[in-house]
């Protein structure tokens, strides 16, 4: 499986943006992207994900590098609720979820 | 639309004994899956189902860890007999398909192995 690499922890002030980096420089052509988080004391839970082109939602924003071997998760405003380990995670469309695996993450701090 | 339910949320045993958790996907959702996440780590998933059957337990250790979702539904996991290594949080999570896009991850059940 292609791997990910994320730095262990970043912090950051509340209500500044947040720039969450991934590494994946095996990715295959056919590998999405994905991010997820887990708050304290929960399950992960979907963020975004995408293939080539930059991505927006109402949690995030995903900017891929025009290799794809990088990509950048955004928060725009971070705030104390987005305090949480966040993991980026390679999933071929056509492939089994479960075979895609999650690395350690990185452990966000937001700071008021 | 109701979560991923899981119970109990939290089980404390002695290492030797035994313990089952429950998952009650999404409604719908074909596939099903365990994961094992230990303190700092990441989830690591231990087995598969789509419907009744068993996709892939290939890092599910057999000899004390089994699993079955009989009717297709909810699932059980069970740990006999358990050992210290195995205090983790035991995550279940669920997708219309095996190849779907985003999973959907209950609450977890904490298990500290004494």
């Known amino acids: 499986d292609a791997k990910t690499t994320q730095p262990n922890s970043m912090e950051s002030n509340e209500e500044e943006p947040v720039h969450l980096p991934c590494n994946h420089s095996?990715?295959?052509?056919?590998?999405?992207i994905h991010w997820y988080r887990q708050l304290p004391s929960q399950g992960p839970e979907y963020v975004i994900h995408?293939?080539?082109s930059n991505v927006n939602n109402r949690m995030a924003s995903l900017a891929i590098a025009e290799d794809r071997k990088s990509s950048t998760l955004i928060l725009h405003r971070a705030t104390l609720r987005d305090a949480a380990v966040y993991y980026c995670i390679l999933r071929g469309y056509n492939t089994n979820a479960g075979k895609s695996t999650f690395g350690d993450g990185t452990t966000l701090t937001v700071k008021p | 639309e109701a979560g991923v339910a899981q119970s109990p949320r939290y089980k404390i045993i002695e290492k030797r004994q035994s313990v089952a958790f429950w998952c009650n996907p999404i409604?719908?959702?074909?596939?099903l899956y365990w994961y094992q996440q230990i303190l700092g780590q990441g989830p690591k998933l231990l087995i598969q189902?789509?419907?009744?059957?068993?996709?892939?337990d290939s890092q599910l250790p057999k000899d004390r860890f089994s699993a079955e979702r009989l009717k297709g539904v909810d699932s059980t996991l069970k740990i006999q007999p358990a050992k210290l290594e195995d205090s983790a949080v035991y995550l279940c999570?669920?997708?219309?398909?095996?190849?779907?896009?985003?999973?959907?991850f209950g609450p977890g059940t904490r298990l500290t192995v004494l």
């Open positions: 095996t990715i295959s052509g056919t590998d999405y």
């Open positions: 409604s719908g959702h074909a596939t």
């Open positions: 999570a669920s997708t219309p398909g095996a190849k779907g896009n985003e999973q959907f």
């Open positions: 995408g293939l080539t």
């Open positions: 189902f789509q419907n009744n059957g068993v996709v892939d």
